[in-house]
């Protein structure tokens, strides 16, 4: 799908990377329009998690009720309210911590664009 604001065309992956960052899941490709909910329940994703298991997404993925219903441990930074000028104690901790983890993900992300993993325009 081309998009107009990155003026290339796009396509969005599901990553699933463990802790340590080895990668264990990748979605099959999806137009850059789809979004992350709906990549989610495409690939039944929940399914292919154990109860009690954590997961951890960004902010606008909204699958807060899937989780739930499965007993997922659902991570999400915290972001500013725009009523909040300072996150709390506890808040800034945490995501600080996640922040370490979310590290790991970006580095694994860096492999696949270096390693050439998704590239070229798909037909």
Do not use: W
Not at 24 to 40: H, M, Q
Not at 52 to 68: F, P
Request: charge should be positive; aromatic fraction near 8%.
């Amino acid at each position: 799908m081309y998009s107009h604001y990155k003026g290339r065309n796009t396509i969005k992956y599901l990553i699933s990377i463990t802790p340590s960052g080895l990668i264990t899941f990748l979605s099959k490709s999806y137009s850059g329009r789809v979004s992350e909910k709906a990549i989610f329940s495409n690939e039944n994703v929940i399914q292919k998690l154990d109860m009690n298991d954590s997961i951890m997404v960004d902010k606008d993925i909204l699958i807060e009720k899937e989780c739930n219903e499965h007993l997922i441990k659902l991570i999400r930074p915290s972001f500013l309210k725009k009523t909040y000028k300072q996150f709390s104690k506890a808040d800034a901790e945490r995501t600080t911590s996640i922040g370490r983890v979310r590290v790991d993900v970006e580095h694994a992300i860096q492999r696949i664009k270096i390693f050439k993993i998704c590239q070229g325009t798909l037909q």
